[in-house]
């Protein structure tokens, strides 16, 4: 994970008074310990939830059943996930992925790679499908560089205070 994508969404979030909390299953947890490791988040980032299994997803973020109907790895969980969590944390943005780490368990419909990241803001909900490649780690380290760049042009659009 490019260091300077973290402390560049980290300086952003700052500038525009704007707090993200964040619900991962593909990084679990990767995003969060990458925003906290920067000296004063608490400025910025309020927290998070590993929410690993489809269980998880619905039974402690209480994402709506309409929205896993495709699965745990589909638009529509990472939005409710992203939705779920900025409303659980009260936070401005609510920043999520799900997706398919591997090595095992992708199919031909679902290959492991495949991984939606979500942000959901007042104004806002969007989501991107990726494809990504590489081992366990790379997979992971790339969706949460998708996650903080979609973040990033989110933010972009905000005016620093």
Known sequence: MPEHLTLTVAQMLTERG???????????????????????A?????????????????????????????????PAAAEGMATRVREMFRADIGLADSGIAGPTGGTDEKPVGLVYVALSAADAAL????????????????????AFDLLRRYLLAIRPR
């Open 42 to 74: 608490s400025r910025y980032f309020l927290g998070g939830i590993v929410a690993y299994g489809q269980d998880t997803k619905a039974d402690v973020l209480h994402v709506p059943p309409a929205a896993m109907r495709d699965g745990a790895v589909s």
């Open 18 to 40: 704007k707090k993200v909390a964040v619900a991962e299953a593909t990084a679990c947890g990767m995003a969060m310990a990458s925003l906290a490791s920067i000296p004063g």
């Open 127 to 146: 989501w991107e499908r990726h494809t990504f490649h590489g081992e366990r780690a790379a997979i992971q380290q790339q969706t949460v560089q998708a």
